[in-house]
Each structure stands twice: as structure tokens, then as C-alpha cells.
């Protein structure tokens, strides 16, 4: 990416409404964020409608972003619960996670490696319940009621499937040589 500006150098067009700034912010982060938003729900429109959201939102409050981490960190944060958000008015979809098989397929797995290395084996041993949850909470930072809207179950479940899945987590990753 030398010679392209920086996320950072983009969101500072934004807030001073370079139109040109934020159509190469959106170019550069809209895909991703709506594939990853894809695989939490099975709605096409529902997570297009999310990521436009997102877009609003950024170009409405660009200095939103308190300059303590990554941009697409930022923007992902903004995505999810822009969802979130039109998920709970909806219970006629369900969030997506991993819920085919007890399994992960191959291809699953390779992205949890790449995406979330060592923990991403540990991760792939889960129930698809409790992967759920974990990418809800942890991974998205969604809060324990945010994610109980977003997988539509009660919150105690949550609760209870975090405890368990991080204590699995925890076993696993003491058995497995460094």
C-alpha cells in the first residue's frame, strides 16, 4: 500500500467532508466488512443494509474514532452492532455461526489458523454454540445481551456457554506444546 493514503490520513478527509476520502475509505474496507458480516447473518440485504449504516454513521462523526487502535478495529465495532442493531428488530433471521456441523469445515479451519493462530485450533474443538459465542463476545466485542439478540438465545445461555467455552480454551491450550 506505498503511496496510497493511510486509514488514518482517509478519516481525516472525512472529517474535513473530502467526498474523495471516504469513497477510498469505503472502497477499501466495505468488501470485507460485508463478507464478515455475512458469515454472522444469512440475510444479503440485512448486511448490506449494515455496512451502509456503517459508512453513514462514519461519514455523520468521523472524529468518533478515538485514535486508540486500528481503524478497520473501529469500523468492524460499528458493523457489528449496526447489525446487531437491525437484527433485533428482525426474528425471522438467524445469525450464522458455524452451525452445520460439530466440525468445522477444512476451509473454516484454515481461516481460524490464519485469522486467529494458535487459538484458532482451540477454537475449531468448540461446539458451534460455544464458537458462537466466543466470536460474538470476544472476537467482536459484543457485549454478553448484545450477542444473547444476535444469536437469539437468552442471555444466561451467554453467559453459561462463555464460562464453559473459555474454560475449554483454557485446558486446551495448556495441552498443546509451545
Known amino acids: 500500500m506505498e503511496g496510497l493514503p493511510s486509514d488514518e490520513a482517509l478519516l481525516i478527509g472525512v472529517a474535513e467532508r473530502d467526498i474523495g476520502a471516504f469513497r477510498t475509505l469505503y472502497e477499501r474496507h466495505a468488501g470485507w466488512l460485508g463478507l464478515r458480516l455475512g458469515r454472522r447473518c444469512n440475510d444479503r440485504d ?4 449494515a455496512v451502509q449504516d456503517t459508512f453513514v ?18 469500523l468492524w465495532g460499528i458493523a ?28 473454516d479451519q484454515v481461516l481460524l ?13 468448540l461446539s458451534p454454540e460455544m464458537r458462537a459465542v ?32 473459555k474454560a475449554l480454551l483454557r485446558a486446551t491450550l495448556a495441552e498443546e506444546p509451545s
Open 46 to 49: 440485512l448486511v448490506a443494509d
Open 113 to 125: 489458523s490464519v485469522e486467529y493462530g494458535d487459538i484458532g485450533g482451540a477454537l475449531a474443538r
Open 80 to 107: 457489528i452492532r449496526r447489525l446487531v442493531s437491525r437484527l433485533r428488530k428482525r426474528t425471522d433471521i438467524a445469525a450464522v455461526f458455524d452451525t452445520a456441523g460439530a466440525t468445522p469445515a477444512a476451509e
Open 134 to 165: 466466543i466470536q460474538a463476545v470476544v472476537l467482536d466485542g459484543l457485549t454478553a445481551k448484545e450477542a444473547a439478540q444476535l444469536l437469539h438465545v437468552p442471555i444466561s445461555s451467554v453467559k453459561t456457554r462463555l464460562y464453559r467455552a
Open 57 to 74: 454513521a462514519v461519514w455523520r462523526a468521523p472524529r468518533g474514532f478515538r485514535g486508540d487502535g486500528d481503524i478497520a478495529a473501529w
